[in-house]
């Protein structure tokens, strides 16, 4: 195919190429892929300044994305693409197979950078582009320790992302730092933390949320927006438009009492001693799977409770005849129990992570897709079946929110609006989790890519001037 790059595209991969270490913030269909790979085949085949490049992406994008994306573009051809997955003897003959980009899923990071630990000053990659940057915005884990380490033997690091700072800004340390080695926002977590932020919520000693201080936000994106490219879908893209449902799904008298006496007694159950944050967090879980129907006890075994959700959902399938409905769920006994009722019902149903369910889904073969949000976030088109989501239980996770949202509502819908509805129970955490959590953390988010959004339009016309 001939690619044929929309100026926002040409932009992006300008922009790479003039800067070693980059961030492209575009939002979900707009061709990070395309414009890096652009890029890398420049540098690597005009401007002979990069040798090797190791691309680091969930799974399923390390697998299945850039291979296919360098067989489908014309202008991509001569570039040899090596996947390092698989088990340790596949990923050791991928290494060593002779090639331009290596692929590997994040979770082998560690186990690649240990191959070079004793001189890393061998370190063949000139070129690192980690997909999906936020995946890196834990400070205090293993691959991103890993990463740090090796970082000054690396000439190169991109960063893509749709979602830079799911949980607010305090995520953006750790991935600024393997891009510019802390001249932006700092060398150390704890001098960022303490110059941008304050603990607003502590339990015990710990320390379990920080506030933004005064005026903090606009200089951090003052420090990042001369690295940092962001975009958004709808500035570019005729995407369908995205209608949010929120179903009040009620308990009954006899429930309900049961619901407050378990989060009062859970809460008893810590009473006399300093609750720690894991406690804490323990206790919202439980509540949140009460919430969806049932709990697990100590031993693992689900306790169900009520099934007000599930008649929810069926009446919502109900009310899609024909259709296709995505279904995403938090825990695995709320898969088990829906799937259950709908086979009891005999509508078909499958999994995102059963790959022929995904083809059916897609040729519209199936009626209900099931799936975890974890498991259905980068990569994955989910487009071309349906455009009904149900949220049976919402997280906190606002990279995972959106990421799901994105698998149908994105270019390719054939339909107009994408419904995306979620099963609130009344007076329980579920309300209380999208309402003033999520809701909080993509206003933060969309703070920073309003920061440092690009308007195309202004930057062509000042070329042309």
């Known amino acids: 195919m001939i690619y044929k790059a929309y100026p926002y595209q040409n932009y992006s991969t300008k922009h790479l190429i003039e800067h070693d270490y980059a961030a492209l913030f575009l939002d979900m269909g707009l061709g990070k892929t395309v414009s890096t790979l652009t890029a890398i085949k420049k540098l690597m085949f005009e401007d002979l300044s990069v040798r090797k490049v190791l691309i680091i992406a969930p799974l399923f994008v390390a697998d299945t994305v850039w291979d296919k994306e360098v067989e489908k573009w014309e202008h991509l051809k001569g ?34 950078l240990g191959q070079y630990a004793k001189d890393f000053s061998n370190f063949p990659f000139d070129l690192v582009v980690i997909d999906e940057l936020s995946l890196f915005k ?39 730092k393997l891009l510019d080695n802390g001249e932006r926002l700092g060398r150390f977590i704890g001098t960022f933390r303490h110059k941008y932020f304050y ?54 008298n006899k429930t309900m009492k049961r619901y407050n006496e378990f989060k009062r007694d859970k809460i008893m159950e810590m009473s006399g001693m300093e609750i720690t944050a894991l406690q804490a967090t323990t206790l919202i879980t439980k509540l949140l799977q009460f919430s969806n129907g049932a709990v697990y006890d100590v031993d693992r075994k689900v306790l169900e409770i009520h099934d007000e959700k599930i008649k929810a959902l069926l009446e919502i399938i109900e009310n899609n005849p024909g259709g296709q409905v995505l279904v995403l769920y938090s825990f695995i006994h709320d898969r088990d129990r829906v799937a259950k009722v709908l086979e009891d019902k005999g509508i078909p149903y499958g999994f995102v992570k059963e790959g022929s369910d995904v083809e059916k889904w897609n040729r519209k073969q199936m009626g209900v897709l099931l799936a975890h949000p974890a498991s259905c976030g ?56 999208l309402n003033h959590v999520l809701k909080r953390k993509e206003r933060c988010q969309q703070s920073l890519l309003d920061a440092t959004v690009v308007d195309i339009k202004r930057v062509l016309e000042a070329q042309d001037e």
Not at 79 to 102: D, Q
Not at 143 to 171: C, M, Q
Not at 212 to 227: H, N, W
């Open 138 to 176: 834990n400070h205090n884990s293993k691959r991103f320790k890993a990463l740090k380490i090796v970082r000054p033997y690396i000439t190169r690091v991109w960063g893509l992302t749709g979602t830079p700072a799911p949980n607010g800004l305090i995520d953006l340390w750790a991935p600024m």
């Open 199 to 252: 603990p607003e919520m502590t339990m015990g000693h710990t320390v379990v949320k920080y506030g933004l201080r005064s005026g903090a936000d606009v200089e951090i994106f003052d420090k990042l927006k001369d690295i940092c490219v962001s975009m958004d879908s709808t500035d570019y893209l005729e995407l369908p438009e995205k209608i949010y449902n929120e179903i009040d799904v009620v308990l009954d």
């Open 378 to 433: 980068h990569g994955l088109n989910l487009q071309e079946g349906g455009n009904i989501i149900v949220w049976f239980g919402v997280g906190f996770n606002l990279e995972l929110y959106q990421q799901a949202n994105a698998r149908l509502a994105r270019q390719g819908q054939e339909e107009k609006t994408v419904i995306i509805h979620h099963l609130l129970t009344r007076g329980t955490m579920d309300g209380h989790v």
């Open 79 to 112: 570039l040899e693409v090596s996947k390092v997955l698989g088990t340790a003897k596949r990923r050791l003959k991928a290494l060593r197979t002779e090639a331009h980009i290596y692929t590997i899923n994040k979770e082998n990071t560690v186990w690649l």
